[in-house]
């Protein structure tokens, strides 16, 4: 059973948390997200990905972490309580 659009993006955006995330899906099924820290307005925005190919919990969790490392290390590792980097 595959998993719908709207709670895989409803999945996505909440994987984020606390950053904000905008997931959006063209005709074709492919998704771009869209990365910004609230923060200090950084923001990482990747599209093309294949919706597809997010079908279980693992594939999603992946996607997730590989955003969350390409952000940190595009904008660096900003502490949440002080704001200063780590």
Not at 22 to 46: F, H, K, M, Q, Y
């Amino acid at each position: 059973m595959a998993i719908s659009l709207l709670e895989l993006r409803h999945i996505i955006e909440s994987g984020f948390l606390p950053l904000e995330c905008r997931c959006t899906a063209s005709a074709s099924n492919e998704l771009t997200i869209e990365l910004v820290d609230p923060a200090t307005g950084a923001n990482l925005v990747t599209g093309g990905i294949n919706a597809a190919s997010l079908d279980n919990s693992r594939a999603i969790a992946e996607l997730v972490a590989q955003l969350r490392t390409r952000f940190a290390q595009t904008h660096g590792r900003e502490s949440r309580r002080t704001g200063r980097r780590a």
